[in-house]
């Protein structure tokens, strides 16, 4: 997921164990995406890594977003928009990005609510294996 309208600090990170995960998966956020997250597990597919990404935005977890850039397209710095709250996602397809590839693509609908309106980023983001780890890349035009 690319940086969207950067304004403002985010919110603190909710990363109780058992609180739900944001990136729709049925596990918690401590069992699914707060283990990339903090470190303890890798993302093992693009997918996974886009779905942690969102989850990233949705927690406010900017050290991870950055980390799991692809340094040749990470922006210096990263600002997320404490109005902006991250509420679903959906997969739309996936191209590639099994642990078997080097290369994947993802598209995907975030649905945020800001400013008391809900709207949707739609993106067909592409993911590389640098240094052996996935990382977004950029998305791809439209």
Not at 82 to 100: I, K, N, Y
Not at 113 to 128: N, P, Q, Y
């Amino acid at each position: 997921m690319s940086q969207r309208n950067p304004r403002t600090s985010p919110r603190p990170h909710t990363t109780a164990a058992g609180t739900p995960c944001p990136c729709g998966r049925p596990e918690s956020y401590g069992d699914c995406c707060g283990r990339l997250h903090s470190g303890t597990a890798s993302a093992s597919t693009a997918e996974q890594l886009m779905r942690s990404r969102f989850s990233a935005f949705a927690v406010g977890d900017r050290d991870y977003l950055l980390r799991s850039w692809h340094p040749r397209t990470r922006p210096a710095g990263l600002d997320l928009d404490a109005r902006t709250r991250w509420v679903r996602l959906e997969v739309l397809s996936t191209g590639e990005g099994t642990p078997f590839h080097n290369e994947g693509t993802v598209a995907f609908r975030a649905v945020y609510r800001e400013d008391g309106r809900e709207d949707e980023l739609v993106e067909h983001s592409r993911f590389l294996r640098h240094e052996g780890a996935w990382v977004y890349l950029d998305a791809l035009p439209e």
